[in-house]
Antibody, heavy 117, light 109 residues
Framework: QLQLQESGPGLLKPSETLSLTCTVS????????WTWIRQPAGKELEWIGRMYTGGNTNYNPSLKSRVTMSLDTSKNQFSLNLSSVTAADTAVYYCARGPYPHYFDHWGQGTLVTVSS | ETVLTQSPGTLSLSPGERATLSCRAS???????VAWYQRKPGQAPRLLIYGASRRARGIPDRFSGSGSGRDFTLTISRLEPEDFAVYYCQQYGGSRDLTFGGGTKVEIK
C-alpha cells in the first residue's frame, strides 16, 4: 500500500527557506503526479505545485517565485523548498499523489510548519 | 483562479439522515475535474469522489457525487457515525489552476 510521510523543520524564522521532504513507500515516484498542498489554520487548502514524469513542474502562480520542487528517485522522495518565508507561510503542509493532475488519491498525514521570530 | 464556495459551512445532522453538500464554482468547471475529500481530525484527507461522480476505491456507495457547470453536490445517503468530518471539494482548471473549497463540517446534531 502506498504511503507518504512528510518531514522537515517545524519552526522557521522569517526570511529563511522552508525545506520539506516527502518519503514514499510502497510504490515508485518515477511516474504519477507528486504534489504539495498546505492549509493555514482556519483557511482553505492551497495547492502549492506538482512534479510529474520527467521532472516537469507546475507551480501555483501566487507562489511560483519562491517555490522549487525536486525528485530524488534513488531515495524515493520528493521535496519542497519555499524561500523567504513569512508568518503567512505558517501552515500544515501535505504531500500527495495523483495518478493524474486533477485529483489526489494518497496523502501524507501533514506536518505543521510555523514561521516566527 | 477558480474560486469554490462550499455551503453550508456546518451541517448538523443525526446518524441515519441524508447529507447534501454543495460546491459552487466561480466559473464553469469540467465535471471530469471535480473531486471531493473527507478529512477527520489528525488524519490525512481521503479521496471520496473524482470526476464529479466516480467513487474512489473502497468508498461506500452511500457517498455519491453529481453536478455540472458551476454547481456540484456530494450526497451521503444515510450518515454513519464515522461520516462526521469535514468535506472539501476541489477543481482542476489547468496546469496552474487547482483550488479547494473552504469545507463543510458535518457534525452530530
Amino acid at each position: 500500500q502506498l504511503q507518504l510521510q512528510e518531514s522537515g523543520p517545524g519552526l522557521l524564522k522569517p526570511s529563511e527557506t522552508l525545506s520539506l521532504t516527502c518519503t514514499v513507500s510502497g510504490g515508485s515516484i518515477t511516474s504519477d503526479h507528486w504534489t504539495w498542498i498546505r492549509q493555514p489554520a482556519g483557511k482553505e487548502l492551497e495547492w502549492i505545485g506538482r512534479m510529474y514524469t520527467g521532472g516537469n513542474t507546475n507551480y501555483n502562480p501566487s507562489l511560483k517565485s519562491r517555490v522549487t520542487m525536486s525528485l530524488d528517485t534513488s531515495k524515493n522522495q520528493f521535496s519542497l523548498n519555499l524561500s523567504s518565508v513569512t508568518a503567512a507561510d505558517t501552515a500544515v503542509y501535505y504531500c500527495a499523489r495523483g495518478p493524474y493532475p486533477h485529483y489526489f488519491d494518497h496523502w501524507g498525514q501533514g506536518t505543521l510548519v510555523t514561521v516566527s521570530s | 483562479e477558480t474560486v469554490l464556495t462550499q455551503s453550508p459551512g456546518t451541517l448538523s445532522l443525526s446518524p441515519g439522515e441524508r447529507a447534501t453538500l454543495s460546491c459552487r464554482a466561480s466559473q464553469s468547471v469540467s465535471s471530469t475535474y471535480v473531486a471531493w475529500y473527507q478529512r477527520k481530525p489528525g488524519q490525512a484527507p481521503r479521496l471520496l469522489i473524482y470526476g464529479a461522480s466516480r467513487r474512489a476505491r473502497g468508498i461506500p456507495d452511500r457517498f455519491s457525487g453529481s453536478g455540472s457547470g458551476r454547481d456540484f453536490t456530494l450526497t451521503i445517503s444515510r450518515l454513519e457515525p464515522e461520516d462526521f468530518a469535514v468535506y472539501y471539494c476541489q477543481q482542476y482548471g489547468g496546469s496552474r489552476d487547482l483550488t479547494f473549497g473552504g469545507g463543510t463540517k458535518v457534525e452530530i446534531k
